[in-house]
Nanobody, 116 residues
Framework: QVQLVESGGGLVQAGGSLRLSCAAS????????MGWYRQAPGKQRELVAR???????NYADSVKGRFTISRDNTKSTVYLQMNSLKPEDTAVYYC??????????WGQGTQVTVSS
């Protein structure tokens, strides 16, 4: 059974930084492409960043140059370093495999709130 545990969210002022972590279990983490997703109130969940099993990264235009995704296969953990945060980054952030499948389960997510 796949388990994803996100942490590191919080309340931060605009321009600040946060580092999110996601610990995965129940999968062979090192061979999986992983992504960070977010869902703001009243909006659909969206992909923010993804990283391949070999370390190639890709970002949504809205976060390019501000967010950095990375992974540590020895810890089965994926990270999201978020700098220069904006109020529009406020959302619940989740990690999961990429690409998504309808049967994938989700963790509890971690709330990121950016005040102006």
């Amino acid at each position: 059974q796949v388990q994803l545990v996100e942490s590191g969210g919080g309340l931060v002022q605009a321009g600040g930084s946060l580092r999110l972590s996601c610990a995965a279990s129940g999968i062979i983490f090192s061979i999986k492409d992983m992504g960070w997703y977010r869902q703001a109130p009243g909006k659909q969940r969206e992909l923010v960043a993804r990283i391949s099993s070999s370390g190639r990264t890709n970002y949504a235009d809205s976060v390019k140059g501000r967010f950095t995704i990375s992974r540590d296969n020895t810890k089965s953990t994926v990270y999201l370093q978020m700098n220069s945060l904006k109020p529009e980054d406020t959302a619940v952030y989740y990690c999961n495999r990429f690409p998504l499948q309808p049967y994938f389960s989700w963790g509890q997510g971690t709330q990121v709130t950016v005040s102006s």
